[in-house]
């Protein structure tokens, strides 16, 4: 036996004290939902690494840590209240009072909405320094640095260690102006560290271009090493006049921009780095500025920098059609005597282009690099710094840029954006402590940064320690004014896809501002009085642009002048979809049922788009690969008070697919007396471009809905089929032919709320020239203009009308009447 009868009962006494203490205390209790809530919001650190943000060099992972993904204890975020993101750590909440004196106030989300973002973000309440390390890319790679250079007695020079390569021979490539690609020399092999040393000193001094690094490869059985090698700052000369030199009386500008990163996020994920700002606030080193009401113009990148380089905004305008203007804020600047330098993390021929290329959607882009070269020429801008190199490091993942995946961007050992982050502290400590500084031209930077620009909204902590490193360095300098920003919150994310404060946080962007002292000086106490208000009154980034446009003028605008104080929503110019962060500025709308009858109209409408594309490609017999949309339901319906005579409404559309939905986002509008309604936009929220490799070339890829496994194969009785048996926002679609076995009309209807028409040709010998009208003795509300005439080829499927129903024309009569074309 392994016990005695004495020690079972020692242990039954001891087991029933324990019970009774645990009850007495509280330790026994029934998980309530909130514990298990929180059990399930554990973050795993995916990734490991770290790279030491203090230090000026960068520093690379030779031992990375094992068990990356291991949950560690201290990870695991418990969540209770909201907490309000500011920089006043003894203003933990909101404090109302403190924007009473403006109309603009913050909208403060539930409690169940922080718990929806912090389990899918991962919130915690720091991050690893593990987190910013990288593992050698695969078994084969050696993570070494052969050369770099080194500062010594204010002259650099190259220094080298081939060791590292076992004896293989060493290449160099750079970048070719030519082709827009980075080429590896095979005609020059090195192995001497002497030879090799003087080989990239002479790529520096000879090839003087905008570009600031070269690459290093050495292939050695069975490993390899691939390195960039940044090139020390290049500081350009001013023209030396009989006027006396004003350099001493020009400030250096630092921008950097956070792409997909809002407020809340910005201090959701990046705890180290506002901890380092909050210390920089506390020692009053440097002024800091916390912009809290930072509005994005529109949801996507391009409206929101083209706004802050050239101060324009062409609301709800297609992107496609118009240009960053660069030129403006940068030749600003060049007027003034700066240096501009622009640099990105993304490659100029990715399907989505560059900066440099206006993120526009091209096809064989490698084939426009002619063109491409001749705008950044003519731009003025004397150096792209590391931008080339993102084409690199994406290259090794078989990509063309990092939207979504890999998980991680690294290159020889290094996050990417230590490369950005290291050159840009590099110039600015260059032009303040250059015994050169006197005679150079001051710095404007421009660095654009993508690691939030993914689907998890995880991602952006892996820089949370390097740019921890970045602010403390740049607090350092004396005579740069530092401004870190975003163009607009997280929206690819499941969080801003299926929750309103999701997607509401998209239009909150961040901004903060490091003001050293030198900086303060040359701005004066109403402009630094100006920047401290405007604190707490909505802005956006054209107000950043008009700050930068009038630093040298007598009469300061934007940020650097007090803006009025009863400044809301319709006094910063904003893009249809996008929602104003002022509470109040959008009206939530819980009754779905009166938008019923618009969620048809919209389903009628994307269908028309993708009918009409097929037919003007000269497709025959039905529609293909991508199926037609059937409503599956709609929410988040919020109205906009934009136009006096008009009602503008927002609404997610979501759409049947095999195994889930897709989700659409509308904006209608309505005017108040006749009650037309128009689609001003549409777009698609949820990720589409896995749709691509089944997506019809007639159809626009935002329109389709596919299967890979159907690709080719052509159904033509498929999307009626699927029209009568699937039922569209829950109501189910009735039929009935006109004309024998061909012409067949179908009506959705829910009593009281909305008629749906559409109408087919399901004969191949035949098109049917229709003509609908309805009557409208009864003033009844149609979504499409009456009467309506229709071309019906074979199988296609085109939507009529949607009419809305109430008690009083509860029944109207619709009479179609048609012609028979023989084919």
């Known amino acids: 036996m392994l016990f005695s009868r004495k020690g079972i009962g020692f242990l039954f006494k001891t087991l029933i004290f324990l019970v009774i203490t645990s009850i007495l205390f509280g330790v026994w209790k029934e998980p309530s939902f909130q514990h298990l ?8 650190n995916q990734l490991a690494g770290h790279v030491d943000g203090g230090s000026t060099e960068l520093q ?4 990375p840590d094992e068990g990356e993904n291991e949950v560690q204890e201290d990870n695991i975020q418990t969540i209770s209240k909201c907490a309000f993101n500011s920089l006043d750590v003894n203003q933990p909440r909101p404090n109302i009072s403190s924007f009473q004196a403006t109309k603009c106030h913050p909208i403060i989300p539930t409690e169940e909405e922080c718990l929806h973002a912090e389990y899918q973000y991962g919130v915690t309440k720091k991050t690893s320094p593990m987190f910013s390390t990288c593992r050698p890319f695969n078994n084969y790679q050696t993570i070494a640095d052969l050369c770099r250079f080194k500062k010594e007695n204010d002259r650099y020079r190259v220094i080298c260690d081939v060791k590292p390569c076992n004896g293989g021979t060493i290449r160099i490539g750079f970048f070719q102006r030519e082709t827009g690609f980075i080429k590896f020399s095979t005609a020059d092999n090195y192995k001497a560290k002497s030879k090799l040393e003087k080989a990239i000193w002479s790529i520096y001094n000879v090839h003087k271009s905008k570009v600031n690094f070269c690459l290093l490869a050495c292939f050695s ?17 001013r023209k030396v006049g009989p006027k006396p030199p004003d350099h001493d009386n020009k400030i250096n500008i630092n921008i950097l921009l956070l792409d997909s990163i809002s407020r809340q996020h910005f201090y959701r994920k990046l705890p180290a780095t506002v901890e380092a700002i909050r210390e920089i606030k506390v020692t009053k080193e440097s002024k800091i500025y916390d912009f809290e009401f930072f509005q994005s113009i529109a949801p996507r990148t391009f409206p929101n920098v083209r706004a802050l380089f050239s101060g324009k905004v062409d609301i709800d305008a297609n992107d496609e059609e118009l240009d960053y203007h660069l030129e403006n804020l940068t030749g600003y600047f060049r007027n003034l005597g700066y240096q501009n330098i622009l640099q990105e993390d993304s490659c100029w021929f990715d399907v989505w282009g560059s900066l440099v290329t206006n993120n526009k959607h091209m096809e064989n882009v490698s084939q426009n690099w002619k063109s491409i070269r001749e705008k950044i020429d003519q731009l003025p801008i004397d150096s792209l710094g590391v931008s080339h190199l993102s084409c690199e490091a994406f290259q090794q993942y078989g990509k063309t840029n990092q939207f979504n995946n890999p998980p991680k961007v690294c290159y020889n050992g290094y996050l990417l954006p230590s490369y950005y982050l290291n050159l840009t502290f590099e110039y600015f400590r260059e032009i303040e402590s250059s015994p050169f500084r006197s005679t150079s ?31 403390r360095k740049m607090n350092a300098l004396e005579n740069t004014w530092t401004i870190i920003l975003s ?38 106490v ?8 405007n604190q707490k009154i909505l802005s956006s980034h054209l107000d950043l642009h008009h700050a930068l446009k009038t630093l040298y003028s007598k009469s300061a605008g934007g940020l650097l002048r007090l803006l009025p104080n009863n400044r809301f929503c319709g006094h910063v110019p904003m893009y249809s979809f996008m929602n104003c962060l002022c509470n109040g500025g959008t009206k939530i709308r819980t009754q779905s049922e009166p938008f019923h009858w618009i969620a048809e109209y919209v389903i009628g409408y994307l269908n028309e788009l993708m ?9 025959k ?16 319906i919020r109205e906009k008070e934009v136009l006096k005579d008009y009602r503008y409404f927002v609404m997610d559309v979501l759409v049947h697919k095999y195994r889930g939905e897709e989700i659409f986002e509308i904006v209608v509008r309505i005017r108040k007396i006749s009650f037309t309604i128009e689609i001003v936009k549409w777009r698609r929220v949820s990720i589409y471009q896995h749709f691509s490799k089944c997506c019809d070339h007639a159809v626009d890829i935002q329109l389709c809905v596919c299967r890979k496994e159907s690709l080719g194969a052509q159904n033509p009785g498929r999307d009626v089929s699927r029209q009568l048996s699937i039922a569209s926002f829950g109501v189910t679609t009735e039929s009935a032919f006109l004309d024998s076995k061909c012409l067949l009309l179908m009506k959705r209807e829910k009593s009281n709320v909305f008629r749906t028409y559409e109408i087919t040709n399901m004969c191949y010998d035949r098109i049917y020239h229709t003509n609908f009208t309805i009557d409208d003795k009864l003033n009844i509300r149609s979504t499409v203009s009456v009467p309506i005439s229709t071309v019906v080829r074979p199988w296609f499927i085109h939507y009529i009308t949607t009419i809305s129903l109430d008690e009083e024309n509860v029944n109207p009569q619709e009479t179609i009447a048609f012609k028979i074309e023989n084919l």
């Open 60 to 63: 690379s992972a030779e031992h």
């Open 37 to 44: 809530f929180r059990r399930q919001i554990k973050v795993t």
């Open 621 to 636: 017999n039905g529609y293909q690969n991508c199926e037609r949309l059937i409503g599956s339901r709609f929410n988040k």
């Open 611 to 619: 009918t009409r594309s097929l037919l003007s490609a000269g497709t």
């Open 487 to 524: 163009d607009h919150g997280p929206k690819t994310t499941k969080y801003a896809q299926q929750h309103l404060a999701g997607r509401l946080e998209i239009g909150h962007a961040a901004m903060f501002m490091i003001v050293p002292r030198k900086v303060q000086d040359f701005l004066g």
């Open 526 to 533: 109403e402009r630094l009085k100006a920047l401290e208000i």
């Open 441 to 471: 031209k001051p710095v404007f930077m421009y660095t654009h940064l993508n690691t939030a620009h993914e689907s998890t909204g995880k991602r952006v902590a892996q820089m949370d320690y390097l740019l921890a490193g970045y602010v």
């Open 221 to 237: 059985d069975p490993n390899f090493i691939k390195q960039a090698v940044v090139f020390p700052p290049r500081l350009l000369k």
